[in-house]
């Protein structure tokens, strides 16, 4: 079994290794990665593990970025101090959520539950696979926001989202009519409840959507440049290290 792992607390990395080498000496661990831009260069170049155990809050944002720039395949094991990703987890292939300090027997329940789910599929036939995956699919997402407007509650269809953005603070809708409203989750957690073939995450600010974007356009020190047939208050780019995700996501319709 090929596992990596994502975590940014090194120390926390060691433990975990070490305690599953101590359960499983056959596994061989074949990545270590501390953030989202090494992980997603390492998920897209490199070999593909069997297994991912994965930190969610990481050094340069949530882990479900990662989701969002490279397609991952095998279970995931979330390892997180915090409870309040769960439903974000299991959307994202997590077979099990464990909250630290984790213990030995908490990694050992992990990967019991890893084996079933292998024995599992491996009795199905294609047809039950293609059902189970498709209700395991990160990339359903939220389809409406309650939004608050002019002492009115109201409800705006995800599809009608040109960009979801973060102004003074806060963060906003910007609808395709070009009407405008004030959320109250963050930019991370809507991220993380919408369809990542629909939405992604060009930088700290903005999150957009596949319809509003009108072209791409090379720019300096090899960053894209992205424009979208609504005119935004900044400039949209993606930095270099973050363009071959974009561009894939782009061509993945």
């Not at 699919?137 to 407007?149: A, D, H, M, R, Y």
Request: charged residues 25%; hydrophobic residues 40%; glycine residues 2%.
């Amino acid at each position: 079994m090929n596992i990596i792992i994502i975590e940014d607390e090194l120390k926390t990395a060691k433990s975990l290794e070490n305690i599953i080498i101590s359960l499983r000496p056959e596994a061989k661990l074949i990545g270590q990665y501390q953030g989202i831009e090494d992980s997603v260069a390492a998920l897209t170049e490199g070999p593909q593990p069997d297994l991912i155990f994965m930190d969610i809050q990481l050094a340069d944002g949530l882990c479900f970025e990662i989701f969002k720039s490279v397609k991952i395949t095998c279970p995931v094991v979330f390892c997180t101090a915090y409870d309040e990703y769960s439903l974000e987890a299991f959307k994202s292939n997590g077979v099990d959520y464990i909250l630290k300090p984790f213990s030995k027997d908490d990694i050992k329940v992990a990967l019991r539950k890893v084996d079933e789910l292998k024995n599992f599929f491996q009795q199905k036939t294609s047809s039950d696979l293609d059902a189970l995956l498709s209700r395991l699919n990160p990339s359903s997402g939220k389809t409406s926001f309650l939004v608050f407007k002019n002492q009115k509650y109201t409800t705006i269809q995800t599809d009608n989202i040109a960009f979801f953005y973060i102004r003074n603070d806060a963060t906003s809708i910007m609808a395709f009519d070009k009407q405008e409203f004030a959320l109250s989750q963050s930019l991370d957690q809507i991220a993380a409840s919408v369809s990542s073939k629909q939405f992604f995450r060009v930088n700290r600010q903005y999150l957009v959507n596949f319809k509003a974007i009108k072209e791409v356009e090379h720019y300096f020190l090899r960053k894209l440049y992205v424009k979208l047939i609504i005119e935004t208050p900044d400039k949209l780019l993606i930095n270099k290290e973050k363009s071959h995700s974009f561009l894939s996501w782009m061509e993945d319709r």
